[in-house]
């Protein structure tokens, strides 16, 4: 590690950010990444890098599909949603934000000079505005939409 670490600087603005802002997604993961980098686990950094983000989008889909496992949403309820005009809209908005999401990470991966930005937006708009910090693939895919790449 360098006299001045940049990057340990930038995780622990983030880390003081996600304390104050009382959010624990980004408290948790800041707090991770110093860790990783700051000990002998450093070498686990690049497994994260390349296998972090699919990861994180399993254990998503499993939080989200549990209320489907757990019996709470019913499989006659999922069924009615193809009858509800508010349903097929969500449906229709989920497979565009889907779409989005997939054009994000293409964006992230072929422009990764654009992933900084991205991400302080996301962790601006967490600790300003309260929001969830799912943003960034879905911030990158509006941009893709927007600089017309791809």
């Not at 070498?43 to 489907?68: A, F, K, S």
């Not at 709470?72 to 229709?92: D, P, Q, V």
């Not at 997939?102 to 000079?113: A, E, T």
Request: charged share 5%.
């Amino acid at each position: 590690m360098s006299q001045l670490d940049l990057n340990l600087i930038v995780l622990l603005v983030l880390l003081t950010c996600g304390i104050f802002s009382h959010n624990n997604a980004v408290t948790i993961a800041a707090a991770v990444l110093i860790v990783l980098k700051i000990t002998p686990l450093s070498n686990l950094l690049p497994y994260v890098q390349t296998h972090g983000l699919n990861i994180g989008i399993i254990i998503l889909t499993i939080g989200v599909l549990t209320p489907i496992a757990s019996g709470k949403i019913s499989g006659e309820s999922i069924l009615r949603s193809f009858l509800s005009w508010k349903s097929l809209l969500a449906i229709a908005i989920g497979v565009f934000v889907a779409w989005l999401g997939g054009r994000g990470v293409k964006l992230m991966s072929n422009q990764p000079d654009v992933v900084a930005g991205l991400l302080l937006g996301t962790v601006a708009g967490v600790a300003v505005l309260r929001g969830v910090p799912v943003g960034p693939l879905i911030a990158a895919g509006i941009l893709s939409l927007l600089i017309s790449t791809q």
